[in-house]
């Protein structure tokens, strides 16, 4: 089955600075790849996602990047502002199920004021 | 606002109990699924609900049974649960077109097994 690895499991940035997150994953047959955000108490909150026909997505200061090749995804948040402060996850959707997702471990993501 | 409401937020039950967890999805999504969610651990995914069948199940003991009346409902009823089944439980759903789509999760219920 599928498996995703995510690093950096924290990260601290100060205000205005960018933030990376990285995640590899196993299965090459893997096409879609969302971001999910996690705020204390919530459940997790889509907040970009890219399919494997793309090699990068923005929305305002949310990008993500997918490298095909080398099986790897990026999340990138600009201008980091301490609303942004949450835990992140990046997963992947396998072939072997068109409607499972695999998770990463999550990313504690603290924007320092 | 995601459009899934899970009930209730928070539950503290016995091992010798029986409760049961709700979801309701106002998206007109036609797949559900459970997850677990514990700490320091990513989200295990429990069950798959597809057009109210069942479509996947995850090796997740039988003291949880899933149950979907219809495509905006779903519960998981719990029973003679241990402590270590304490977490958040997360009700997802999507639209299954074959191809994957957007999942969008509830609040969760943050389960404690005394």
């Known amino acids: 089955g599928e498996n995703v690895e995510q690093h950096p499991s924290t990260l601290s940035v100060q205000e205005g600075d960018s933030a990376v997150i990285k995640c590899t994953y196993s299965?090459?047959?893997?096409?879609?790849f969302p971001w999910y955000k996690q705020e204390l108490g919530k459940g997790p909150q889509l907040i970009i996602d890219?399919?494997?026909?793309?090699g990068e997505k923005k929305d305002q200061r949310i990008a993500v990047t997918l490298n095909k090749t080398a099986k790897h995804f990026s999340l990138h948040i600009t201008e980091t502002q301490p609303e942004d402060s949450a835990v992140y996850f990046c997963a992947a959707r396998g072939s072997g199920s068109a409607r499972q997702l695999t998770f990463g471990s999550g990313t504690q993501l603290t924007v320092l004021p | 606002e995601t459009g899934v409401t899970q009930t209730p937020r928070h539950l503290v039950m016995g091992m010798t109990n029986k409760k049961s967890l709700k979801c309701e999805q106002h998206?007109?999504?036609?797949?559900m699924y459970w997850y677990k969610q514990s700490a320091k651990k990513p989200l295990e995914l429990m069950f798959v609900?597809?057009?109210?069948?069942?479509?996947e199940n995850n090796s997740v003991p039988s003291r949880f049974s899933p149950e979907c009346p219809n495509s905006s409902h779903l519960f998981l009823h719990l029973h003679t649960l241990q402590p270590e089944d304490s977490a958040l439980y997360l009700c997802?759903?999507?639209?299954?077109?074959?191809?994957?789509?957007?999942?969008?999760f509830g609040q969760g219920t943050r389960l404690t097994v005394v």
């Open positions: 997802a759903s999507s639209q299954d077109d074959g191809r994957g789509s957007k999942a969008f």
């Open positions: 998206l007109g999504h036609n797949a």
């Open positions: 299965d090459s047959a893997s096409n879609y």
């Open positions: 609900y597809s057009l109210e069948e069942r479509v």
């Open positions: 890219i399919r494997s026909n793309v």
